[in-house]
Nanobody, 115 residues
Framework: QVQLVESGGGLVQAGGSLRLSCAAS????????MGWYRQAPGKQRELVAA???????NYADSVKGRFTISRDNAKNTVYLQMNSLKPEDTGVYYC?????????WGQGTLVTVSS
């Protein structure tokens, strides 16, 4: 059974930083794309950033220059470094990964940015 476990959310003031981590565990033989999505209250879930197996990276326009996604393949872990946080970054952040050619989601971690 494959699991994604996120950590690192919390409450931060505008302009602050947080680092999210997501570790995959279980019966894994291949991890392809790993990414982060977020869902703000009353809004649809949206892609924040994604990183491919060959380190190709995509960012949402709203986070470019402020967020950095990275991965450690030896640890089956993806990270999201979030700097210069804004109140509009508030939401539940979900880890997503294509593992063994199937899609998996984490349980979500709440990020709250106060103004």
């Amino acid at each position: 059974q494959v699991q994604l476990v996120e950590s690192g959310g919390g409450l931060v003031q505008a302009g602050g930083s947080l680092r999210l981590s997501c570790a995959a565990s279980g019966s894994i033989f291949r991890i392809n794309v790993m990414g982060w999505y977020r869902q703000a209250p009353g809004k649809q879930r949206e892609l924040v950033a994604a990183i491919g197996r060959g380190d190709s990276i995509n960012y949402a326009d709203s986070v470019k220059g402020r967020f950095t996604i990275s991965r450690d393949n030896a640890k089956n872990t993806v990270y999201l470094q979030m700097n210069s946080l804004k109140p509009e970054d508030t939401g539940v952040y979900y880890c997503n990964a294509n593992i063994n050619y199937r899609e998996f989601w984490g349980q979500g971690t709440l990020v709250t940015v106060s103004s």
